[in-house]
């Protein structure tokens, strides 16, 4: 079963791509980020014509995460903990999976910047209630994988440049921390669980030539529940989607489980 996540950077103006992309990865599930664009502007006909269920939970001009799935789903939409939160970054849902099911999150989290700003302390909240909320999560005992796009660098290996980012939100000491603290209630990161090498990206900043410089960062993860990781075949990350004519600057990654 192959589940991929992917922010798009707005699915209307990625549309093409987005097509061309189920049909050569054929990922079972897909999880998308940044759409951009309200439930109804979604392009649900043209996904559903390749043959896959489509759950949105939209935003104008912002945000927008998406779960794209061959199989039925059961889903809700947004993350407890913040009934004031109108921002639309987290979808989850349930799809049959061998004699059970396995569950899926879509997350966008914020990305924090400007640091000292109001921006920041809604990205430490934010994290806080993922946290907690994937503790619950746990509880459950499914084969699960949280993935999207965490705008959280890992580690100095996980970037181009250390020193460049070290003042970023995606990768202060207290971002790391929570990302850390994530990982440390039982999940794994799926890219980590099959390779050391540093220089793995899947964001690349569309100034300054970064994508032709490999200038990139890796903030896009997949994170698997013990369940899931003990079903682990396989992670790759689709790095030729970034070359491609107007690309996302994200690309997807996708891991393959039994």
Same mark, same amino acid.
């Given at each position: ?23 050569e990865a054929e990922p079972d599930v897909l999880c998308l980020q940044e759409l951009k664009c309200m439930d109804e502007a979604f392009p649900r006909l043209e996904v559903e014509s390749t043959g896959y269920n489509v759950a949105v939970h939209g935003q104008k001009t912002f945000n927008g995460v998406a779960i794209l799935s061959k199989r039925?789903?059961? %889903? ?18 349930? %799809? ?14 914020? !990305?924090? !910047? ?24 746990? /509880? ?17 290996? *996980? ?7 070290? !003042? *970023? ?8 921390? @929570?990302? @850390? ?7 794994? *990161? ?23 410089? !490999?200038?990139?960062? @890796? ?15 396989? %992670? ?7 070359? @491609?004519? /107007? ?7 996708? %891991?393959?489980?039994?």
């Amino acid at each position: 079963m192959r589940i991929a996540t992917w922010n798009v950077n707005s699915v209307r103006q990625r549309l093409d791509h987005l097509l061309a992309y189920l049909k050569e990865a054929e990922p079972d599930v897909l999880c998308l980020q940044e759409l951009k664009c309200m439930d109804e502007a979604f392009p649900r006909l043209e996904v559903e014509s390749t043959g896959y269920n489509v759950a949105v939970h939209g935003q104008k001009t912002f945000n927008g995460v998406a779960i794209l799935s061959k199989r039925p789903l059961e %889903v809700r939409t947004g993350l407890p903990g913040d009934e004031a939160d109108a921002h639309a970054r987290y979808i989850e849902a349930t %799809v049959p999976h061998g004699n059970g099911i396995l569950r899926v999150a879509s997350i966008y989290l914020p !990305n924090g !910047n400007p640091v000292g700003t109001e921006k920041y302390t809604y990205k430490l909240a934010w994290m806080d209630r993922l946290i907690a909320h994937a503790r619950e999560l746990l /509880k459950l005992e499914e084969p699960l994988v949280l993935a999207g796009d965490y705008n959280v660098i890992p580690g100095p290996r *996980d970037c181009y440049d250390p020193a460049a980012w070290a !003042n *970023d939100a995606l990768f202060l000491p207290q971002t790391r921390e @929570r990302f @850390r603290a994530l990982l440390n209630l039982g999940f794994t *990161d799926a890219l980590r669980a099959v390779s050391d090498e540093a220089g793995l990206y899947t964001f690349w900043d569309y100034q300054a030539g970064a994508w032709q410089k !490999n200038l990139g960062i @890796r903030i896009d993860h997949l994170l698997l529940s013990p369940q899931a990781i003990d079903l682990l075949q396989n %992670v790759t990350i689709d790095k030729g989607m970034r070359g @491609r004519e /107007k690309p996302s600057d994200h690309v997807p990654i996708h %891991v393959d489980l039994a």
